[in-house]
């Protein structure tokens, strides 16, 4: 059974930057779409990005394009974050997630209760 864990979260001040990881354990999704969903205080689990294995397609939510970067390394079955310019909007538990299905060039619409890795979160707090 593969099982991810994420790292780097952490308090920040708007404008600044941090970078989150999620590494697998127990097996590989090398071959699978993975990504990131974040619920801030409140709200519904969301979609933030996600990457294909192949790096070649990357998904990003309308919130957060131009600012994240997702990124993986399938040698080390890590999936990296990149997130500046980060703003208050933006805190959250930043939860690393997949496989992701159903991804189009407007995001990617997966149930969050339907995928099958998760890890327990990061939280990312930015303070204004």
């Known amino acids: 059974q593969v099982q991810v864990v994420e790292s780097g979260g952490g308090l920040v001040q708007a404008g600044g930057s941090l970078r989150l990881s999620c590494a697998a354990s127990?097996?590989?999704?090398?071959?699978?779409?993975m990504g990131w969903f974040r619920q801030a205080p409140g709200k519904e689990r969301e979609f933030v990005t996600a990457i294909n294995w192949s790096r070649s397609r990357t998904y990003y939510a309308d919130s957060v394009k131009g600012r994240f970067t997702i990124s993986r390394d399938n040698t080390k079955n890590t999936v990296y974050l990149q997130m500046n310019s980060l703003k208050p909007e933006d805190t959250a538990v930043y939860y690393c997630a997949g496989p992701f299905q159903y991804c189009s060039g407007y995001g990617c619409y997966d149930d969050p209760n339907n995928m099958d890795y998760w890890g327990k979160g990061t939280l990312v707090t930015v303070s204004s």
């Open positions: 127990g097996g590989t999704f090398s071959r699978y779409i």
